[in-house]
């Protein structure tokens, strides 16, 4: 069983890397197999978080507001996890995320990970559900807030523990750490359908944008398309 490692977990306002933003980031430092630190912040997305994302996470706008954006919180987050391996519950979702922003922001990140999903897809083939909870559950895992960042990465370091101890003998390839991969995909020049979606939103709600939209990218006019929907 591995040792020393992050688990982590982040909450998101959608399932694109490109186009959807980081509202929280979970992590535990484990040393020897003992807690070491701990990371725990929102992030404040510059679209706001869709009402869905709400009900599912019990996040609100009013919660991230003021806690820092994007290129405040991550280097932070970037720091934290130094060259450790990453274990999360389907990490490559996670890894994503995480890769896109740091690229774009100018920071590289790489790492060795371990994804207790795939563990339990050769472990557990006869369970209905591999989902976090679902597992949770079968190993008697208390998470007391299911959908926040911090509480969902320590399950998943629970249960990383868990199917070692009864598993990593008998399927040893499974449980070592690979290099997580995620080719993040080129800026899109924002389309003709978008220019006239935004100019025409913005109109209707009388806002002026100081920049020219022409020059935003694809994925930051879906965020400022998104940022007015949400306005009241």
Do not use: W
Request: net charge negative; with cysteine; proline share 5%.
């Amino acid at each position: 069983m591995l040792k020393s490692y992050v688990a982590f977990d982040i909450e998101t306002t959608g399932l694109s890397p490109e186009h959807n933003e980081i509202i929280e980031i979970g992590a535990l430092k484990v040393r020897e197999g003992k807690v070491v630190d701990r990371f725990i912040r929102f992030i404040e997305p510059e679209a706001g978080i869709p009402p869905m994302i709400t009900q599912l996470t019990g996040i609100t706008n009013d919660m991230v507001e003021g806690a820092g954006n994007c290129g405040e919180v991550l280097p932070e987050f970037l720091e934290f996890c130094e060259q450790d391996t990453l274990i999360g519950h389907n990490v490559q979702f996670d890894f994503s995320f995480v890769k896109t922003k740091a690229k774009e922001l100018g920071y590289t990140y790489d790492h060795m990970g371990i994804d207790t999903l795939k563990i339990a897809k050769v472990v557990h083939a006869d369970l209905p559900s591999r989902k976090l909870g679902a597992l949770c559950e079968y190993y008697h895992i208390e998470n007391a807030a299911a959908h926040r960042a911090y509480h969902d990465a320590l399950a998943t370091a629970k249960l990383y523990q868990s199917m070692a101890h009864f598993y990593e003998e008998k399927e040893p390839k499974v449980f070592k750490p690979q290099p997580l991969e995620y080719k993040v995909k080129k800026k899109e020049p924002i389309t003709a359908k978008q220019i006239a979606f935004l100019t025409r939103l913005m109109q209707q709600k009388n806002i002026s944008m100081e920049m020219d939209i022409h020059t935003l990218t694809k994925s930051e006019a879906s965020r400022e398309i998104d940022r007015i929907l949400s306005r009241p």
